[in-house]
């Protein structure tokens, strides 16, 4: 009798990038294919499918490689935890970058067989996905990689300092919530549609800080989000208490973004959740500040010399520091992660304020199954 196999997504937009994880997928048995509603969808993207969880799942179902397919009934990353009681796969499937420890851990603890799929096109056939598709959309994500919280006043007061921020290629569909600056990017989005204006970046930026940010924002959002956003490459911001940075230093040379490129790796967390309260039991003082500005400049400093160890220990020393300030930045979930990696990497840090997004590791030897990013050039 065939094994139980079960896979979820969105699928939305189908394409020969799904239908080839079908086809790998269906290898170990009958597939079953879980859907994440549109609800649900709505609540990880930000946005609607373009087609409906109906109309989403008669196409899913019309494929040769699927023995059926359903709508999920719960909610977040692991909205498919009640069909998978009731179904009781053999095994679970996913590819690469949709790992998570989440869905891994959730599989252990149910006895079902976790397998990683590396995202291979069809033989003869161009690589595709989703976010390929919507490549009319190009506005970039960022990455904090040391020094944030020094963007908000109440930080820097104590101590002045930088922020070092990467700009990166929507390459892959970062959910909402994961500290990637998503909300930021949204706010570009609704300003200028699908791609950046060309012009001076600290100008832009600050017009999308401002936009961002109204008369009457309760929660300022910190202008590193902007600037790491406008500024392609990598910008290093410097703070001395106030919204926006006293001068920003770039560095947009090829040698320096693809040393960045080949020391992040990013495993995935999943979103943040609503009502996550990161700044509760806060401890800001000099001392504090200061650790986080030096950490911050040694960052910066080792990606001019391209010293990937010292680039480790400033991303690790960035990211004690902020816990120093912001101990709920810290969940039992990310502790558990690091010490899975703390033997396999040179540094780590959360993206954003933490409580989800993704772990982002500084290694020198790969890591299984995480997310690699592209830097943006000058000329994109």
Known sequence: MPKKVMVSGCYDLLHSGHIAFFKEAAAYGDLYVALGSDKTVYELKGRLPVNSEQERLFMVKSVGFVKDAFVSQGSGVLDYVEELETLKPDVFVVNGDGHT?????????TGVEYVILSREPYEGLERRSTTDLRTVNRVPFRIDLAGGWLDQPFVSQHHPGAVVTISIEPTIE?????GMASSTRNAAIDLWGPRLPIGNPEKLAKVLFCYDNPPGTQEISGSQDAIGIVFPGLACAHYD????PAHIDTMYDEDALR???QALYLVALGPRHAGFAVLSETCIDR???GALAQA????WGAIQ???LHAFGMGMRRGFEAQIAMFPKMVTPQVERLVEQYRDRALGWKLSGAGGGGYLVLASETPIPNAVRIVARRMSD
């Open 296 to 299: 911050a400049a040694d960052l």
């Open 305 to 307: 010399a391209r010293d």
């Open 259 to 261: 040393f960045v490129e």
């Open 241 to 244: 208490g106030d919204y926006w």
């Open 287 to 289: 001392d504090r500040a």
């Open 101 to 109: 420890p989440d869905k891994e851990q959730l599989c252990r603890d």
């Open 174 to 178: 970062f959910n909402e919530r994961s």
